[in-house]
């Protein structure tokens, strides 16, 4: 599976737009890019995916570069409950976490 | 649909007795994972199955760790003898063929 560099920690302001980053150079043709987050001790969470078209759903959406050598997490409207890790995985199958960015929306 | 079920959602016990850990994945997944968390390491891939057979179980720490799928709802992860150094949150996660579901978790503290 291809690594994934992702900011360590990140601010953002309540109401505000989250832009996440996150950097996957090595990225082979078939590998999907995945988001999930994980709110406290609770079990990760899936967001969104995507193989090269940007995606949006009820949670996010999920820009990817032209070159699929980067993407960014979107949640439009940050609130308090949006407080997590937030990790990028890519991958064929199997997912393997890194260390994520842990996401902070103060009021 | 009741997600991925975990049990216990708690277990403490002493160094050297055997641990089971249980996992009932989603109906009609037909992949499922183990994942261990430490503060120290994140979160780590033990093992997956596909149709209740291992696939990769190179995540697995040492021969004390075992998984089986004797069924496709029902899943073991074993640990004998356990050590303090296995205290963790372990975490279940099914899947078909897009993102995984993931259990609530069993925070395991061997003393």
């Known amino acids: 599976d291809a690594k994934t560099t992702q900011p360590t920690s990140m601010d953002c302001a309540e109401g505000r737009a989250a832009n996440l980053p996150c950097n996957h150079s090595?990225?082979?043709?078939?590998?999907?890019v995945y988001w999930y987050r994980q709110i406290h001790s609770q079990g990760p969470q899936y967001i969104i995916h995507?193989?090269?078209n940007n995606e949006t759903n009820e949670m996010a959406s999920l820009i990817i570069t032209e070159d699929r050598k980067s993407s960014t997490l979107i949640l439009p409207h940050a609130t308090l409950r949006d407080t997590a890790v937030y990790y990028c995985?890519?991958?064929?199958?199997?997912?393997?976490f890194g260390a994520g960015t842990r996401l902070t929306v103060k009021p | 649909d009741a997600g991925v079920i975990q049990s216990p959602r708690h277990e403490v016990t002493e160094m050297g007795q055997e641990v089971t850990l249980r996992c009932k994945p989603i109906s009609g997944h037909d992949y499922l994972f183990w994942y261990r968390q430490t503060m120290m390491r994140g979160l780590e891939l033990l093992i997956y199955f596909n149709n209740n057979v291992p696939i990769d179980d190179s995540g697995m720490p040492e021969d004390r760790f075992s998984a089986k799928m004797p069924n496709a709802s029902f899943s073991t992860l074993k640990i004998q003898p356990s050590e303090p150094r296995d205290s963790a949150v372990y975490f279940c996660?099914?899947?078909?063929?897009?993102?995984?579901?993931f259990g609530s978790g069993t925070r395991l503290t061997v003393v």
């Open positions: 090595t990225i082979s043709g078939n590998e999907y």
């Open positions: 995985i890519v991958r064929a199958f199997d997912m393997r």
């Open positions: 996660a099914s899947s078909n063929r897009g993102g995984y579901t």
């Open positions: 995507g193989l090269k």
